[in-house]
């Protein structure tokens, strides 16, 4: 079993809709989490880290529930640009390696 | 832009050569760990470098090491390169004390080896 689980999707999202996915991890011991984003052939790029108490940036939120180990991201008012990969990432302390999921792809069509 | 560079772009290698990749940490940032992402997969942990010292190490053979210089800067060495080394190499640098854990991804040397 993978550290980190993600559906690979993808996502057909039209332009202006909402979606949402979940990862899940395996190591009750994380402490840190994050969704970075990676555009075609580019590195990944942090979106979000993501808080116990859940937190929002513009058309994003994402949740964190620790009893169940799964981390959600919420896409509002999907738009053209949101369209690449979305990684799941985990880690068990400050400082410490960074353990990513596969990936979730999310396509946004007009 | 992260600030974080990384040389060569591309590299094209052949089974049972050696290869040295090179990463520049953004400026302030002491601390460089190293991925390896293949082709449809999430980038997997190599290892990584803290003021110089070796900090935690994936599940990699020895022939994968690195190193990592006084300004920081790091690089990823691979011996007998194999098929399955084919992949993107993504160095990525975060400062001290960074108590969330974020680390700024380079633009990646995307190795072939034939």
């Known amino acids: 079993r993978k550290e980190v689980e993600q559906d690979p999707g993808p996502f057909n999202v039209p332009e202006g809709a909402t979606v949402a996915f979940n990862c899940t991890y395996s190591n009750s011991a994380s402490q840190s989490f994050f969704w970075y984003r990676q555009d075609c052939r580019k590195e990944p790029k942090l979106l979000m880290s993501v808080y116990s108490s859940g937190n929002e940036d513009g058309r994003f939120t994402a949740q964190l529930n620790r009893a169940s180990q799964y981390i959600s991201l919420l896409i509002r008012d999907s738009k053209l640009s949101d369209s690449a990969t979305y990684l799941c990432?985990?880690?068990?302390?400050?400082?410490?390696?960074?353990?990513f999921g596969g990936g979730t792809r999310v396509l946004v069509k007009p | 832009e992260t600030g974080v560079t990384q040389s060569p772009t591309h590299l094209i290698k052949t089974r049972g050569q050696q290869v040295t990749l090179r990463c520049s940490s953004q400026s302030g940032h002491n601390t460089v760990s190293w991925y390896q992402q293949a082709l449809g997969q999430g980038p997997q942990f190599i290892f990584q470098?803290?003021?110089?010292?070796?900090?935690g190490r994936g599940n990699f053979p020895p022939r994968f090491s690195g190193l990592q210089f006084p300004n920081y800067s790091s690089e990823l060495n691979v011996n007998a390169l194999e098929l399955d080394d084919s992949a993107l190499y993504l160095c990525a640098s975060s400062p001290t004390g960074n108590a969330y854990n974020e680390q700024f991804f380079g633009p990646g040397t995307r190795l072939t080896v034939l």
């Open positions: 470098y803290y003021r110089e010292e070796e900090n």
């Open positions: 990432v985990v880690s068990k302390a400050a400082g410490n390696k960074l353990t």
